[in-house]
């Protein structure tokens, strides 16, 4: 990924005492992003508003749109426009825009959208927290598609994680979901911004060679292939029908194979080089806890208490979602007794390493619907039963 | 102190969040420490009772919010009666002298009165209380210093009004000093 120093413009550098929804459209404007089409919804709506205030001093542009299809619409079109775009949401918003997150991902188009989760289904939970929504992130348009999903677990890194999701976003030409949640959104903490230049931006890569090689899409899985922008003079053409390089409609079953791999592809094939993962005493555990955003902060007080009495756990935070780290599960397996997933939901992400474990170690699920995040009481306790 | 806990409570209006936010910054931009702050956030913020929140450590705080409480600050009746009663012994409790009604003398809280808004409109409006009532709380607790609350303060108050909420501060803040002096220099 060949990266530049953000723009200074955008960049408030320092040390702030920041919410999470804060340092989300923060670290937006340092990457670049300079459109932010939105709706307002709890507990997201802290992020469209700072945004709102700091948009006329960076020159960007802030549009509250009449919902939310049309938000990620008219991100969609800005950002063929040339823009980098955002928008944030939560559950009953996300569900609105699930449709044309599919088109963002069919037109390869780079965007951000970043998911403060409540409790669900439906309105659910307004104001309470919840990590309920991340199977429909994954899996909520139809069809086959793939996207990358982040998940912090602070407002520190609500900032770190946005620059990154943009880098992804724009690398990849997909969509990247921040998937926090309104514990992580409301609560305030130290957050430092480091200065402009040490900020590693990917910056909007615009085809700019002769009009008779323009080619929008390239079905290689490598990433890093160029958006054709839109006023530019170039002939080409987006659509959500299963299309040619050029963008055009070529609805065979053959031109499906080559889209749809190439969309699955340019992220599996290089999930390697995506995923982050944050591990610690791993080697020699005999339990694995496996968690994500607020709720890995919950667990990390539930291992330390776990390892006072004796056990040996070890952590393994996902900090990215989606594509799943399949591989590092599968080492794991066989050598660890068992696998812990606390998460605040029914049993969402303890699938994927169910799948990934088979038989070969136990997995522990510790459930829990939203409202609260988990006593780490609970937590303690499944590592316990996950020893003996 | 390895982990405390603070809840700041009163009614709407009176800056009771802005209370948290101001000793927050302070301690995790100024005093060094870890401090992580949460509001009540539910439709009840929404009426008159008003709360937040925050959790300070010499470490990274890992549970966001209160279980054990060891200050409280209530700002108002409504605040005190539903609040009090989840302090530990030897707990702190800070009340706003003319709005709080104690229901007992609390033997086993360290009980700290102070009329914050009484002396905030000698100081020329009742929206400095918040303030009064932070320099009292910085004087009479061990939680944070005051010149890391000052330095906090540009950006959580209005330009125009930072000295006298400065002024506020050191109104609050020097009836603690005298308060501790009185109970024979003991701080708490």
Sequence with gaps: MKTVAADPKGVDSGPHFMDGDHALAEGALAAGCRFFAGYPITPSTETAERFAERAPEVGAMFIQMEDELASIAANIGAAWAGQKVMTVTCGPGFSL??????????????????????????????????????????????????????????????????????????????????????????????????????????????YSGPKEDCRPYKFDSKGGHPMVRAGDGYNFHITGLTHNEKGYPVMTAEQNVKVVTHLMEKINSNADDIIRLDEDQIDGADVVVVSYG?????????????????????????????????????????????????????????????????????????????GAVHDPAVILDAIRKANQ | MSTQEIRF????????????????????LYDDKFATMTQAFGPEARGSACAAQLVVSDERVLYPYITHPGVLVALSQEAYDKYYGELPKGGILIVEEDLVKLRGEHPDLRLMRVPATRFAEELGNRLFTNLVALGFFTAVTNVVTADAMKKALPGLVPERFLKINVKAFDKGYEYGIQMNKNTRGEVL
């Design chain 1, 97 to 206: 825009m699930t449709e044309n997150l599919g088109l963002a991902c069919m037109t390869e188009t780079p965007m951000v959208i970043a998911n403060v989760q409540r409790g669900g289904p439906s309105t659910g939970l307004p104001t309470l927290t919840a990590q309920q929504d991340m199977m429909q992130a994954r899996y909520g348009p139809h069809g086959d598609n793939m996207i990358i999903a982040l998940c912090p677990d602070s407002p520190q890194e609500c900032f770190d994680l946005t620059v990154e999701a943009f880098n992804l976003s724009e690398f990849y030409r997909v969509p990247v979901i921040i998937l926090t949640d309104e514990t992580v959104g409301h609560m305030h903490e130290k957050v430092v911004i480091p200065p402009a230049d040490q900020i590693k931006i990917v910056p909007r890569n615009n």
């Design chain 1, 294 to 370: 607020i709720t890995s902060r919950i667990a990390v007080k539930a291992i330390q208490d776990a390892r006072k009495e004796g056990i040996k756990v070890g952590s393994l935070r996902l900090i990215t979602i989606w594509p799943f780290c399949e591989k590092r599960i599968r080492e794991l397996t066989g050598k660890v007794k068992a696998f812990v997933v606390p998460e605040i939901n029914y049993g969402q992400m303890v699938k994927e390493v169910e799948r990934c474990a088979g038989s070969h170690s136990k997995v522990i699920s510790v459930n829990h619907c939203g």
């Design chain 2, 9 to 28: 409570s009163g009614f709407g209006g009176q800056g009771i969040i802005r209370c948290a936010l101001i000793t927050g910054k302070a301690l995790s």
